[in-house]
């Protein structure tokens, strides 16, 4: 018998046909990811930011690598570049205040242009700000200092009748605008610097209304305008960012890069491997799993700087669990027993490992200049015996099996969660169980207070005491914690109101104090921000908030 | 028959599960207690990725929590395996179940039940467990909390683990149903179940004297070879983060901190060697023994039905 | 044939129409917002962006969707990236999993056939066990760990400069995400061709082949692996889908902008515009490629009737 098969001519061919298929595909799909070749001579900047670009609508950004980008390619009246990336004249060129300290007047830069040449004015500020009460973002609140804005974004909210007319932000002439704030801010131009500040231009986002707001597609080139010193000029989702440089910046004779181009790369190996081979010449944020070996060898071009946040254990303070079982964490005792007896030098020198200070109070040390906090709690095993058994559990006796929440898709929260677990034990005789949850879940589970003691981090918007103390506002609703205490709303408040910024830092110092002595957080350690930089690379000084100031990054040859 | 089944595929493959199993198992008393050094939630600040050393509980080295990998990799073993042998159990129970009705029913049920199977070999499954798990894990928690209401074990815990089985069992069953199905077709039309059909004999003993005995052998094959994908799938979802519970080890756990140990500057080899060797012995253990058998008891089945 | 094709044809909109509400179920039970970002936001803010997506309610969300998707094939925007829409990443993502889907799978299918074949012919030989243990080690490892060691092994200082490390130039850096791609159906494939060759080696008109005299390779290379090769065509439909829509593990390790990422992290962003768009060209891809097998079934086997009932 032969074989059944007579039809072997058509599986050669398609045979044949698989084989083939690659090589032609891979034409199409190399143009989409092959380098753009550079013109003689003109350096590229390469560099990995954190993660993917989630968005570049100032409305919507919240994400640090969003606002890195952001930094390069759009600028505010005033911009974080000046010494110690303070605030300096950017957009405007001078500032008059008021002797209430409440209106600020602003003169704007004539030759200031947007990257299709038309002029930049007061308007286009007036467009941008207006347009984040019309359609409120992660960061609108910050705008609520300035006079009858939340009561227009409230109106707006509530589908009532809304003047922006009674708004304290006004253009008086095409370069001078004014605005006036409900009450003093002393750090307005911190704000002023800060993206969700910054002016867009109307006419090219014109095709993307949507409601009262913008869809977020206006920020995609070739649509996009902006007015930093570069300009975005191609953007492959999960790839990459190209950005050249913006000749119609007013201060384009400054900036020393021609291009910068933002690679995609969330995997910490790969990251470390594509910088050792010459590819990018910076990483923003080396992931955890890889920088503590590199700091160990001394790699070239590793880098670390205190950052400007604190990581953080948030104890859920209501007198009632989520299960409904009376919350031992209630007790002011037991919270500063929990925070007394952890020894938290071991785990920046086992887990965490890039010399992370240790934490015994909220806000990073030295990271504002004039702030100095008061002392915390330490490490003192025998106190907190001493507290447990004062709030009634001696030896841990009695105490229920609480959960500690971390999320699991980071894996140093983990680790202290299960140290956490080991030293309660040890130095209370208290038995915890650990619980991980991914990122979503996690989140959830925090802001509606589902939880008992949970892994958190805290990273300062701008460079401020409050940006740390609102948090725990009874009313805020960043309060995890659940922790209420009117004191402390007392001297806060008492805070917004001064003008003076030395008796301010002082209530705040008070208010700070209370945070770490009641503790409804117990600070562990203050982040360290560790990054890659090649030694070619001028210009680029890491700093607690990890701003760059684009315009002076250069290439040596 | 006899000599088939001493199959040198059998034999080797066999062993060495039986090995590693046996291993894990025995050392259980230990890996549990938290007095013995081998404990697998035993911390020791001083040994914080400590290299391999003689003493037993140095053999493997240890973790980035200076707990011994070897008591870890044992108990992660036993996890692993139980995870495995669970999720083909539900695998065999509800994909012999469909598949015998959809089979022996035929007709309008049968089609019914077999659309469902496409439609679900239509899902991204890898999609559907992660969603499946995050879905019903709180739900579960609650759920036992409320059963329970006091503390005869964890309930987050035991949720964790139910549901990490029913969402790997969840796609395991559909192979099984369309072999199953396949092979009681095929049984239903030779002659010695038309035969007895023929004497009148019972449906129900046809059945379970003609058709069940000789599903046997395709259903053994198929619950062996499932074993080694579960175990594989819940090593990806705990390279995910969302796996089994911290501090209850897996291989797949261990393997995946291994891999987070490896970088070009400093490579904690046994951080990834130790737990990828025992659990490539096992997962090559159960394959041998499921192609030996296949070999053995299933030589005419239809290979082409997945 | 015609039939066959008429009939599934039919069948697949419904299908999808299932598939997609059983997703649709799951996404909105699973708990976590789509919209919670790094902190908390003012409820009025996440009320504003759910009426962008009209995620109000799970009922604003059906009756906006679907019929966008039936009339204008727009999975709408992604929540996540908001910038993107649905149909932007899968343009973007999609043929970049394809191609190296591609590759993979005909790395899987040549070589699994190979070697299945091999191990067959020498039955309980050296070969038998060597090529089938070295295929079932690939599978014996997570793939995390494989593409893992893959990617060390191009960064090595041997092999410097062969591969671009994390990104795509050159064809030959599709070598070795292929090849990771490409573990798990090749010892799928090495082993059914084992099984299905044995079958077929038995058989009588092998027999018959050789009593003729034609040469014994003849014989097992030109008309037993035509036999042999049915069951791996109907396990390359499944597996084809499953290998071109990508993989998260090898597009993680290899960054790779591929769609295969997007079914894990769409789920843990909640993502849900995403994640049905996702959902359903999986499930196209799935249902297309079996009827593609089913076709192809026919080319290769006259016997086999494809326009009767299955």
């Known amino acids: 018998m032969e074989s059944p098969i007579r039809h072997s001519g058509i599986r050669r061919r398609l045979i044949g046909l698989f084989l083939a298929l690659p090589p032609i595909l891979f034409a199409p799909l190399c143009s989409s990811c092959d380098r753009r070749p550079d013109p003689a001579g003109a350096a590229v900047f390469r560099f990995i930011n954190r993660g993917d670009i989630i968005t570049l609508d100032l409305n919507q950004m919240s994400y640090v690598q969003d606002f890195r980008v952001t930094y390069a390619i759009r600028e505010g009246l005033f911009s974080p570049t000046g010494v110690n990336f303070a605030p300096e004249p950017a957009g405007a060129t001078s500032v008059d205040l008021s002797p209430d300290k409440r209106t600020y007047t602003f003169h704007l830069r004539p030759q200031a242009k947007w990257s299709n040449g038309d002029p930049v004015v007061a308007g286009d500020y007036v467009f941008s700000w207006k347009l984040m009460l019309d359609s409120p973002g992660e960061y609108t609140y910050l705008l609520h200092g300035i006079e009858g804005a939340h009561a227009y974004g409230d109106a707006l909210a509530a589908d009532e009748p809304a003047d922006f007319e009674s708004v304290g932000i006004k253009a008086t002439d095409p370069h001078t605008l004014q605005v006036t704030l409900a009450k003093p801010i002393t750090y307005f131009l911190d704000l002023i610097a800060f993206p969700p500040f910054y002016p867009r231009h109307e006419p090219s986002m014109r095709p993307f209304k949507e409601g009262r707001g913008y869809n977020s597609r206006y920020t995609r080139p070739p649509a996009v305008v902006t007015n930093g010193p570069f300009v975005l000029t191609d953007w492959q989702f999960k790839k990459r960012l190209r950005l050249d440089r913006n000749p119609n910046y007013w201060d384009a004779g400054n900036v020393k890069l021609s291009a910068i181009e933002n690679v995609t790369n969330d995997n910490a190996l790969s990251q470390y491997l594509q910088f050792e081979a010459g590819a990018v010449r910076y990483i923003t944020e080396v992931p955890a799993d890889v920088a503590p070996e590199l700091r160990a060898q001394h790699k070239v071009g590793f880098s670390t700087c205190t950052a400007f946040g604190t990581f953080f254990l948030t104890l859920n303070c209501r007198p009632e669990l989520p299960s409904g079982q009376k919350n031992p964490l209630n007790d002011t005792r037991v919270r500063q027993a929990l925070a007394l007896s952890i020894d938290k030098s071991f785990i920046t020198e086992n887990i965490s490992r890039l010399g992370e200070p240790v934490a015994s109070t909220y806000i990073p040390p030295g990271t504002l200049p004039g702030y100095t906090s008061l002392p915390g709690l330490g490490y003192d095993v025998k106190r907190a015996k001493q507290l447990l058994a004062d709030a009634g559990f001696p030896e841990g006796r009695g105490f229920p099996k609480l959960p500690v929440l971390y999320n699991s898709d980071n894996s140093l929260r983990a680790r202290v969660a299960q140290v956490l677990k080991q030293q309660w034990k040890q130095n209370l005789g208290i038995d915890f169980e650990i619980e991980g949850v991914e990122v979503k879940t996690f989140k959830e589970r925090n802001s509606t207070k589902n939880y008992t003691i949970s892994t958190v981090a805290w990273y300062g918007d701008y460079p401020d005491v409050s940006t740390f103390t609102d948090k725990y506002l009874s009313s805020s609703n960043q309060n995890d914690s659940d922790w209420q205490n009117p004191e402390y709303d007392g001297l806060l408040a008492q805070a917004a109101s001064e003008a003076d910024a030395t008796k301010r830092f002082d209530l705040l110092r008070r208010a700070e104090n209370m945070i770490n002595m009641q503790v409804p957080i117990i600070p562990i350690f203050h982040y360290v921000n560790a990054s890659m930089i090649d030694p070619s690379v001028e210009g680029m000084t890491i700093n607690a908030r990890s701003l760059i100031n684009w315009k002076r990054v250069a290439i040596k040859n | ?306 | 044939m015609g039939r066959l094709i008429a009939y599934r044809l039919l069948q697949l909109p419904l299908i999808l129409a299932i598939i997609y509400v059983l997703t649709f179920l799951l996404v909105w039970v699973a708990p976590g917002d789509p919209f919670a970002g790094e902190k908390n936001i003012d409820p009025a803010v996440v009320a504003s962006l759910k009426a962008t997506f009209h995620a109000e309610s799970p009922w604003k969300f059906l009756a906006y969707y679907p019929i966008q998707i039936i009339g204008h094939l727009n999975f709408g925007q992604s929540m996540q990236y908001r910038e993107w829409t649905v149909n932007d990443i899968i343009k973007s993502a999609l043929p970049i999993s394809v191609v190296l889907g591609l590759f993979a799978m005909v790395i899987a299918t040549v070589v699994g056939i190979v070697v299945g074949t091999m191990a067959a012919v020498r039955r309980g030989g050296w070969i038998d066990w060597l090529s089938l243990t070295i295929a079932l080690v690939g599978i014996s490892v997570p793939s995390f760990v494989v593409a893992a060691l893959l990617l060390m092994l191009s960064a090595s200082s041997w092999l410097s400069g062969v591969f671009a490390v994390g990104r795509f130039e050159r064809p030959i850096d599709l070598l070795l995400p292929g090849v990771a791609l490409a573990m798990a159906p090749m010892a799928y494939i090495a082993r059914l061709t084992r099984v299905s060759m044995l079958d077929v080696l038995s058989s009588d008109f092998v027999r018959t082949a050789r009593a003729k005299g034609l040469s014994r390779s003849w014989v097992i290379w030109k008309h037993c692996l035509k036999n042999a090769i049915l069951p791996v065509l109907s396990y390359l439909g499944p597996a084809a889908a499953y290998t071109l829509t990508g993989s998260f593990v090898v597009e993680k390790v290899f960054n790779i902008p591929g769609l295969g990422q997007h079914f894990v992290n769409s789920v843990l962003n909640r993502d849900r515009t995403l994640i049905l768009g996702v959902v359903l060209v999986y499930s196209t891809f799935v249902l297309a490629f079996n009827l593609i097998v089913d076709l192809a079934y026919g080319l290769v086997d006259p016997r086999i009737d494809v326009g009767g009932a299955r």
């Open chain 2, 1 to 306: 028959m006899n000599r088939g089944l001493l199959s040198p595929r059998i034999i080797i493959g066999g062993g060495v599960l039986a090995l590693v199993l046996l291993a894990c198992l025995i050392a259980l008393p230990w890996t549990l207690s938290s007095a013995s050094s081998i404990y697998y939630d035993g911390q020791h600040g001083d040994l914080v990725r400590g290299v391999p050393a003689l003493n037993p509980a140095g053999w493997f080295g240890y973790d980035t929590l200076g707990r011994s990998l070897l008591g870890r990799c044992l108990l992660g073993g036993a996890i692993s395996l139980m995870i495995g042998i669970a999720a083909a159990a539900i695998a065999v129970v509800v994909g012999t179940f469909v598949g015998l009705i959809a089979g022996y029913t035929g007709g309008w049920v049968d089609s019914a039940l077999m659309r469902t199977v496409d439609v679900m070999y239509g899902l991204p499954y890898i999609l559907l467990v992660i969603l499946f798990k995050i879905a019903l894990e709180t739900p579960m928690t609650d759920g036992l909390e409320r059963l329970q209401h006091g503390n005869w074990f964890s309930s987050a815990q035991a949720a964790n683990l139910i549901v990490m089985f029913l969402s790997i069992g969840l796609v395991g069953w559909l192979t099984m149903a369309r072999v199953v199905r396949g092979q009681v077709l095929a049984l239903r039309g030779l002659p010695f179940v038309e035969a007895a059909r023929a004497l009148g004999l019972p449906q129900r003993r046809i059945f379970m004297r003609h058709i069940l005995p000789n599903l046997v052998g395709p259903i053994t094959v198929y619950a062996t070879l499932t074993v080694p994908s579960a175990i594989l799938q819940e090593s990806f979802l705990s390279f995910l983060g969302v796996g089994v519970r911290l501090p209850l080890p897996t291989w797949g756990s261990l393997a995946s901190d291994g891999v987070a140990a490896l970088s070009p500057v400093k490579f904690y080899w046994w951080m990834l060697l130790f737990p990828c060797l025992l659990l490539m012995a096992a997962l090559l253990g159960l394959n041998f023994l499921g192609d030996g058998l296949r070999d053995v008891l299933d030589p005419k089945k239809d290979a082409g039905k997945l």
